[in-house]
Nanobody
Framework: QVQLVESGGGLVQAGGSLRLSCAAS????????MGWFRQAPGKEREFVAS????????SYADSVKGRFTIARDNAKNTVSLQMNSLKPAHTAVYYC?????????????????WGQGTQVTVSS
């Protein structure tokens, strides 16, 4: 059973940066594509970014391209999301997700494993 634990959320002012981390255990990490999703109050959970198992391929939602960067360290079984130039609209609970397929995917149903989420709040 794969377990995912996010960390790094918090309160930041608009224009600031945060780096989220996700630690994975219980699976062959390098064979899993990993993703980040977010859910704002009253809204559906949405795709943010994804990275392939070996880290060669990445995919981003249009709204975060050039602002967020996903990366992974297979030696440490971690995946991160660097978020720069944050805006209040980025306020949400951010979830780490994993799928037992090497290819990236940008939809919720593609992912079998989910973390508990970490709150990101951006103040104006």
């Amino acid at each position: 059973q794969v377990q995912l634990v996010e960390s790094g959320g918090g309160l930041v002012q608009a224009g600031g940066s945060l780096r989220l981390s996700c630690a994975a255990s219980g699976g062959a990490f390098s064979f899993y594509a990993m993703g980040w999703f977010r859910q704002a109050p009253g809204k559906e959970r949405e795709f943010v970014a994804s990275i392939s198992g070996v880290g060669i391929t990445t995919s981003y939602a249009d709204s975060v391209k050039g602002r967020f960067t996903i990366a992974r360290d297979n030696a440490k079984n971690t995946v991160s999301l660097q978020m720069n130039s944050l805006k209040p609209a980025h306020t949400a609970v951010y979830y780490c997700a994993g799928r037992p397929i090497e290819r990236v995917a940008n939809y919720l149903a593609a992912y079998a494993y989910w973390g508990q989420g970490t709150q990101v709040t951006v103040s104006s």
